[in-house]
């Protein structure tokens, strides 16, 4: 079963708009981690936010965590057109003494127009 | 370049035939982890590794098998090939579990399909 969900699952818009994209998830986390991955190629690591952590910001990638909620968003701003991809969140209940268990949502499929 | 390499990226089965996808890291990462990928599902985890010598079953552990005799390689092996086991296959690796800032360094994926 999947663990993450994404919202929404595609989302279009200009070169220059915000993309937000929303990850809803079940269980207790160690951590949380969004990926992209371009057509058909691998997945890019892009952030890591704690449990403990509310909010993580690289360059114009911003995410925000609510464990409360069990959710977390991702934002990126001022979009391009290279930034064309499918993004997904991942969940991480792993801890050292059993080891890291990844769980994927299926992504948002995100098209910026120049 | 440092990184994680699969091979082949892409192959064609028949059924009931049995293959070996290789996955090699040269980072000296101590976990590392195996993934399908099929439309609708996102990625799925099939075995995990958090060092040499152990290994243990993810999500969709059925019809594939994993050994960890190196810390640099992480083969999957098909056993007898079905059609349900056509997908991407992604293999993936930190250098701690659970990852540190960088998270998990991903492969460019085998792509296979079984008739």
């Known amino acids: 079963s999947q663990q993450g969900e994404e919202d929404p699952q595609a989302l279009s818009i200009q070169e220059g708009e915000n993309a937000t994209m929303n990850c809803s998830y079940k269980t207790s986390i160690n951590n949380l981690q969004w990926y992209r991955q371009n057509s058909g190629r691998g997945l890019v690591h892009l952030i890591l936010i704690r449990s403990n952590e509310r909010e993580k910001h690289s360059g114009r990638l911003r995410v925000t965590l609510d464990t409360s909620k069990k959710s977390s968003s991702l934002l990126i701003t001022a979009s391009r057109a290279a930034d064309t991809a499918s993004y997904f969140c991942a969940t991480d209940a792993g801890w050292e003494t059993s080891g890291s268990r990844l769980t994927f949502g299926e992504g948002t499929q995100l098209t910026v127009n120049p | 370049n440092a990184g994680v390499t699969q091979t082949p990226k892409f192959q064609v089965l028949k059924t009931g035939q049995s293959m070996t996808l290789q996955c090699a890291q040269d980072m000296n990462h101590e976990y590392m982890s195996w993934y399908r990928q099929d439309p609708g599902m996102g990625l799925r985890l099939i075995h995990y590794?958090?060092?040499?010598?152990?290994?243990d079953q993810g999500e969709v552990p059925n019809g594939y098998n994993v050994s960890r005799s190196t810390t640099e390689d992480f083969p999957l092996r098909l056993l007898s090939a079905a059609p349900s086991q056509t997908s991407v296959y992604f293999c993936?690796?930190?250098?701690?579990?659970?990852?540190?800032?960088?998270?998990?360094?991903f492969g460019s994926g085998t792509r296979l399909t079984v008739v």
């Open positions: 993936a690796s930190s250098y701690s579990s659970p990852p540190g800032h960088y998270g998990y360094t």
């Open positions: 590794s958090v060092g040499a010598g152990i290994t």
